[in-house]
C-alpha cells in the first residue's frame, strides 16, 4: 500500500520560511513524478509545483515561481518543498502527489496523495 505522509506545516509571518517534506513507502518512489498542490478555504485545490522522477525538471505555477523549490532525494523516497518569502496568500492546507506522469500529475489526476499539512501565513 502506497503511502505519502506530509510533514512541516505550521505558522510563519509574512516573508518567513518553511519546508514542507513528503515520505514515500509502499512504492518505487523514483518512478513516480511527484508535486504539490493546496487548498485554502472556500477555494477549490490547485497544483503548485512537481519535479519528475529523475528531479531535472520542474514545473510551477506562477505566483510562487522564484519563491517556492521542489526537490526530491530518491534514495531516501522523499520530496520537499521549500517555500520562501511566504504571503498571506499561500496558507492553504498543502498535499503532497505523485504520480507516473508528470504531465497527469499537474492537472490533478495523481494516483496517491498525502493527507495534507497546514501551512498559515500571519501578517
Known amino acids: 500500500q502506497v503511502q505519502l505522509v506530509e510533514s512541516g506545516g505550521g505558522l510563519v509571518q509574512v516573508g518567513g520560511s518553511l519546508k514542507l517534506s513528503c515520505a514515500a513507502s509502499?512504492?518505487?518512489?523514483?518512478?513516480?513524478?511527484m508535486g504539490w498542490f493546496r487548498q485554502a478555504p472556500g477555494k477549490e485545490r490547485e497544483f503548485v509545483a512537481s519535479i519528475n522522477w529523475s528531479g531535472d525538471k520542474t514545473y510551477y505555477i506562477e505566483s510562487v515561481k522564484g519563491r517556492f523549490t521542489n526537490s526530491r532525494d530518491n534514495a531516501k523516497n522523499t520530496g520537499s518543498l521549500q517555500m520562501d518569502s511566504l504571503k498571506p496568500e499561500d496558507t492553504a492546507v498543502y498535499y503532497c502527489?505523485?504520480?507516473?506522469?508528470?504531465?497527469?500529475?499537474?492537472?490533478?489526476?495523481?494516483?496517491?496523495w498525502g493527507q495534507g499539512t497546514q501551512v498559515t501565513v500571519s501578517s
Open positions: 502527489a505523485a504520480d507516473d506522469y508528470a504531465a497527469r500529475l499537474r492537472i490533478g489526476v495523481c494516483d496517491y
Open positions: 509502499g512504492c518505487t518512489f523514483s518512478r513516480h513524478a
